[in-house]
Structure formats: structure tokens, C-alpha cells
């Protein structure tokens, strides 16, 4: 997060300081624990352990309590050095396995003059720092004392490969958070329960969006009915809002000859991001990670005058990306995805507006859901391809074109792709957490190696430019940080069911239960009957628990008076209004998306 990106040293060593204090305060626990690393992180620190037994959340009691008399003692953080080979001898002797590791490794990297402490002591020393009995080996720095710390609470418990390695060792990591001040942590705290109410892999399975079924293999998440419908609306939207604004559907497939990705760059520049080849009649396929020479093909289907120019495809295309087990997240990171894919082909001279153009659309689509977000422009990575020339040009058109619609963006030179510079937009929730978004990339790179081209108007061929541009990113991630965004109370355009009818009593009105929802059926609304045998408290609880907007209870005397009675999500109690009264108000809420 940018907020942290500042985060001082201060903090930092505050936090690396506290994974000190935690090892010695699991060492007094544990007197047979041995050490991995204890590193700081965002918002805190954390430290692996390899100990006796499996720990459990009352443990994290215990040690936290351990932890507060070292800070209390106010202890002092004293360094000391000693030759490697020392410190190899003392981690054998006391059997710290991780450290034995981190300090052979140290020694290997090493130049062989400098391995050993001969006669010349030429050997390289290594710093440790003793709190109290103990003692860890540590570059530093550290708080002068323990008392230095600040405010911090353990947070939780997980397995963690030793190295990251899966065929390593699985070791204990305890992480904990620390803040400066009690109000900073405080405040975190609030707003992490806050996050964890709404973490959209317990909301999928509450609400019924989606699931990923460990038989399935991590990433490649199932939508369920409610969750497909809502993610339908969205690519129906998607779908109109680009054709309004001359973009063409097209559809591609998900296996293309290998040698594609060779000829874009893709199989050099991204080889790790990819799966590997499968045969097909002895020719070598891939499965796809990008649609964009699709595109480039249908686009290279027939000569194209200037007239044409632009062309703008766009394409849901579902693509898949090699990612670590370990990071895979719920919709939000995943290895099989669909981005809301398009490219344009233009002329040099159309780019700038086409950028402005895009970003229009980027600004009512945020808007639609929603989000305020913050921009980014991306320059040259030290890793790339083309001519200092065309970088220039493509980076002059993105800015020049962010300064005509008058975004504001922040500059982050050097993270652009390889084959062009790019603007990054990064959604903001309601939570204010950044969350990766919209890009605009422009590319000269594509267009060379496919040579694509139009006729221009004196008859010679010329290279199109190329802009690849993503609006809601990937389906998975927008749906996942949207569930969260609302805390899976859609607004009613988007609400998988937008009005459950609930009869009083079945047998006494549940037909009139189904004429009502017939007619907001007939209306193009989505409308469920509940009409299970339970109390009425209980299936008003239920539905509500499901976020669905609208509630609707007929009994007597709505059947008399040809009423329904309404309960808004939101709202609460509307009162009884006229059938279609009601149906007009919630397809005028549907058509404003609010
Ligand atoms: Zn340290
Ligand atoms: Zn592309």
C-alpha cells in the first residue's frame, strides 16, 4: 500500500525488534525451539519456528504474556560480533539447524579468501544481538531496549515451508502487528476485523457465489449459479458499454501453436508465468496467457486501409498464468482467469486520443461500482524491448493524455512491461485499501513482430500501433474485491436474487406468493419464493443474512388488497405499496445502479 511505501525505518526496526522479543519469550516456552528467520513485514513482523509441538491460538496468550515482561524489563539490545566459523561451531553445538543453514550459505557466497579466519583473520565477521539470555544472529538494527517497541499483539498462527520450499521442512510462523502508538494499532485492528468480515472467500461460500473444491486443483474456482448471474450482469454491461463506444466481440481460443508466444516475446519474457508445451500431431501448443495475437490474427485477416483505423476488439478472454501455490488467494489471485481483454489498432497520430478515450471509460466504469481510484505511469522496466525512440513517443502519448483529461497520477518509473510504458489504475475500497485495476499499455513491439499494417492515404503500407488495455482487470479479481468492496450487499443491478417473496403461511397465500414474483419475473427481475417450512422471523433472518435487497411479505391482507409489503436491506420497512407501483420503483433503481 502507498501509505506504507513511506513507512519510516523507525517502524521497521520497532517491528523487527518485537520478533526478537517473541523468539526469546517461544525459547522460555519452548527451550528446545529452533530459530528460522524473524523478519519485519507490512504492519508487523513475524518469526518461524520449528518447535515440539503443533501451537493453538491460547498459546499466542502465553507468549504474548512472556513477551510483555521483556519489554517491561526494558532490556538492552547489545551487539556483538565474532568470526563465521565461530558462529558455525556455536549453532552445531546448540543444534540450530536454520541458522547452521542461513550461516553456510553466507560462507559459501563468500570469495574463498575471505571464508576462513586464518592468521591473516581476513575471515568476515558476523554481527548478533543479545536481549537478556538471548541471543540471535542479526544484521540489525535494533531498538535501543525493549521498552522501545511501541504498541503490538500477536495476530495469528500458520505453516511455513522453511525457505519457501515446499520440500522443505514445514515450520510455525506466529505473526504479530505493531504500531507506534495503541490508537494506530487500535485502529488497525478495527479495521482488520472489519476486512475479515468481509473477506470475499467467506462471503462466496456464505452468499453461495463460488468455491474452489481442493479436487479441482488451487485457482481455478467454480462459479455457482449467484454467483455466475452476478458476474453475467457485469459482462452484459461490459459488453454494451464498450460497443456503444465502437468496440467489436470477437472470441478466441484457449490453445494456440507455441511458436505464437515466441514470435510476441511472451515465451522469453514471461517463461515462468506460463504452463508448460503440450504435443499436439507433434507440433508443440500452449495454453494461452494473453489473447493479444488472437487479436492481432483477426485483425491481419485482410488489408486494412487507414480509413478503418481504429479497430477495437475486445474479448472476456480466459487466460492461464503460473502462479505459487503459496500465492493463491480466494478470486483475487488465481491461474486460470478472464480479462476483460481488448485491443486497439491505431495510427500513430490516433493513439493519444485513444488513450483519452479509454480513460473516459475507465472513469464511468469506476464510477458505476463505485471505487475512486488512483493512477500510475509506469516507464521503461530495465528489462525490454524497442528503441529508445518509441519508448519516448508511447510515454509522451500516456502522459500527454493524462494531462488532457486532467487525472492526476503518480510517476513509478521503471515498472512499465517490456514491450511498453503503461498507466496503472489502482481501485480504492470502501475500506480504502488499493487493489490492482485498469490498465492502458501501449505497444510497438506486438505490431513489429507480427508486422502489422495498414495502407495509409498515398498507398504505403504502414505499422499500426498497438494499445492493450484491461478496464475491470480480470472478472475474478473485480467480482472478488467487489464482494468485499460492498461487503456483499450489491446494489440492486447487480444482487444475484434482488427480491425473495415470503408467504406468511404457505397454504393460505403461498399462490398469491407466486403470482407477485411472476410478475417481477415477467419484468426482468431476479425473484425467489421462500417458502420453506419455517417461521416467518426465521426466513426474514435468512434472507437477510443473504443481503437480498428487497423482502417481500404477503398475507391476508395483502391479498385483499392486492399489496405487497416491503423490506429494504437497507432501508427497512417501506410499507405496503401496490405490485407494480413497486416494479417500477426497483427497474428505476436498476437503471440508475445505484
Ligand atoms: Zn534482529
Ligand atoms: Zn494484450
Redesign the pocket.
Known amino acids: 500500500m502507498a501509505k506504507e511505501k513511506k513507512q519510516n525505518l523507525n517502524l521497521e526496526t520497532m517491528r523487527?525488534?518485537l520478533?526478537?522479543i517473541m523468539a526469546a519469550a517461544v525459547l522460555d516456552m519452548f527451550p528446545e525451539a529452533k530459530l528460522g528467520i524473524?523478519p519485519p513485514i507490512e504492519n508487523g513482523f513475524y518469526y518461524d519456528f520449528d518447535l515440539p509441538r503443533t501451537l493453538i491460538p491460547e498459546d499466542l496468550v502465553l507468549i504474548e504474556g512472556k513477551m510483555r515482561k521483556i519489554i517491561k524489563r526494558n532490556l538492552p539490545f547489545e551487539k556483538t560480533e565474532a568470526p563465521i566459523d565461530y558462529a558455525i561451531r556455536e549453532a552445531k553445538k546448540k543444534k540450530e539447524v536454520y541458522k547452521l543453514e542461513i550461516l553456510n550459505d553466507l560462507k559459501k557466497a563468500l570469495p574463498p579468501n575471505r571464508q576462513a579466519h586464518g592468521k591473516q583473520g581476513r575471515g568476515i565477521m558476523v554481527s548478533f544481538?543479545r536481549t537478556g539470555d538471548f541471543v540471535?544472529l542479526?544484521?540489525?538494527p535494533?531498538v535501543k531496549s525493549t521498552g522501545k517497541v511501541g504498541a503490538f499483539k500477536l495476530t495469528k498462527i500458520s505453516g511455513a515451508y522453511w525457505r519457501g520450499d515446499e520440500k522443505n521442512k514445514m515450520l510455525q510462523r506466529i505473526y504479530g502487528v505493531a504500531f507506534e502508538s495503541q490508537k494506530e494499532l487500535d485502529e488497525y485492528l478495527k479495521n482488520m476485523e472489519e476486512a475479515e468480515k468481509r473477506d470475499h472467500r467467506k462471503l462466496g461460500q456464505e452468499l453461495d457465489l463460488f468455491s474452489n473444491p481442493e479436487e479441482m486443483g488451487g485457482g481455478l474456482p467454480l462459479w455457482h449459479p449467484k454467483g455466475a448471474s452476478l458476474r453475467s450482469v457485469i459482462e452484459e454491461f461490459w459488453k454494451k458499454e464498450h460497443q456503444k463506444r465502437g468496440y467489436e466481440l470477437v472470441y478466441t481460443p484457449h490453445i494456440a501453436k507455441l511458436d505464437i508466444w515466441k514470435t510476441s516475446g511472451h515465451w522469453d519474457f514471461y517463461r515462468e508465468n506460463l504452463y508448460s508445451p503440450m504435443m499436439i500431431d507433434e507440433q508443440e501448443y500452449l495454453v494461452k496467457p494473453m489473447n493479444c495475437p488472437f487479436h492481432i490474427f483477426i485483425f491481419k485477416s485482410k488489408l486494412r486501409s487507414y480509413r478503418e483505423l481504429p479497430v477495437k476488439y475486445a474479448e472476456l478472454g480466459t487466460v492461464y498464468r503460473y502462479e505459487r501455490s503459496g500465492v493463491l488467494h480466494g478470486l483475487t489471485r488465481v491461474r486460470g482467469f478472464t480479462q476483460d481483454d481488448a485491443h486497439i489498432f491505431c495510427t500513430p497520430k490516433q493513439l493519444e486520443n485513444e488513450i483519452i478515450e479509454t480513460l473516459r471509460l475507465v472513469d464511468f466504469m469506476m464510477g458505476t461500482f463505485d471505487f475512486k481510484y488512483n493512477v500510475y505511469l509506469s516507464t521503461k522496466p530495465e528489462k525490454a524491448v524497442g528503441s529508445d525512440k518509441t519508448w519516448k513517443e508511447s510515454t509522451k502519448a500516456l502522459e500527454s493524455a493524462l494531462k488532457k483529461t486532467k487525472v492526476k497520477y503518480i510517476l513509478d518509473p521503471g515498472e512499465g512491461v517490456f514491450y511498453g510504458p503503461k498507466i496503472d489504475v489502482k481501485l480504492e475500497d470502501s475500506l480504502g485499501r488499493e487493489w490492482q485495476g485498469p490498465t492502458v499499455q501501449v505497444d510497438f513491439n506486438l505490431p513489429e513482430k507480427f508486422n502489422v499494417e495498414y495502407v495509409d492515404e498515398k498507398g504505403n503500407k504502414e505499422r499500426v500501433v498497438m494499445v492493450h488495455r484491461a478496464v475491470l482487470g480480470s472478472m475474478e479479481r473485480f467480482i472478488g474485491v467487489l464482494i468485499e468492496h460492498y461487503a456483499g450487499a450489491f446494489p440492486l443491478w447487480l444482487a444475484p436474487v434482488q427480491a425473495v417473496v415470503i408467504p406468511i403461511s404457505d397454504k393460505k397465500h403461498g399462490k398469491y406468493a407466486h403470482t407477485v414474483a411472476n410478475l417481477l419475473k415477467e419484468s426482468g427481475l431476479r425473484v425467489e419464493v421462500d417458502e420453506r417450512p419455517e417461521s416467518l422471523g426465521r426466513r426474514i433472518r435468512d434472507n437477510e443474512m443473504q443481503k437480498v435487497p428487497y423482502i417481500i411479505i404477503v398475507g391476508d391482507k395483502e391479498m385483499t388488497s392486492k399489496k405487497v409489503s416491503v423490506r429494504s436491506f437497507k432501508k427497512g420497512d417501506l410499507g405496503s405499496k401496490s405490485t407494480s407501483a413497486f416494479i417500477k420503483e426497483m427497474l428505476k433503481e436498476i437503471e440508475e445502479k445505484k
Do not use: P
Request: charged content about 20%; hydrophobic content about 0%.
Open positions: 523487527h525488534s520478533s526478537h524473524g544481538y540471535d542479526c544484521k540489525g535494533h
